[in-house]
Nanobody, 126 residues
């Protein structure tokens, strides 16, 4: 059974940092793009960041560019999201996702992803 499990969420003050982790089990995603999305209360899910299989290509939403960094460790089957300079509007449930396209490009479209984690809550206080 394939699972994506996120961790690292929590409560942080504005301007602070958090690092989210997403570890996959059940199969390797070392040759697949991975992504992070988020959903705030009352809003639709939105794209945050994506990374290709090697880590050599990344893609960010404009709202997080320059503040967030996506990375991966294929030996650990894990993808990370380093979040700096957090703002109250970053408050959301953050979801990890995996795309089954072999060596595919990082993509912002949710329908491209085949597996999703359960999410981890990030709350940024003002």
């Amino acid at each position: 059974q394939v699972q994506l499990v996120e961790s690292g969420g929590g409560l942080v003050q504005a301007g602070g940092s958090l690092r989210l982790s997403c570890t996959a089990s059940g199969r390797s995603f070392s040759m697949n793009p991975m992504g992070w999305f988020r959903q705030a209360p009352g809003k639709e899910r939105e794209f945050v960041a994506a990374i290709n299989w090697s880590g050599g290509s990344t893609y960010y939403a404009d709202s997080v560019k320059g503040r967030f960094t996506i990375s991966r460790d294929n030996a650990k089957n894990t993808v990370y999201l380093q979040m700096n300079s957090l703002k109250p509007e970053d408050t959301a449930v953050y979801y990890c996702s995996a795309d089954l396209k072999f060596q595919g490009p990082p993509t912002r479209w949710g329908y491209d992803y085949d597996y999703w984690g359960q999410g981890t809550q990030v709350t940024v206080s003002s």
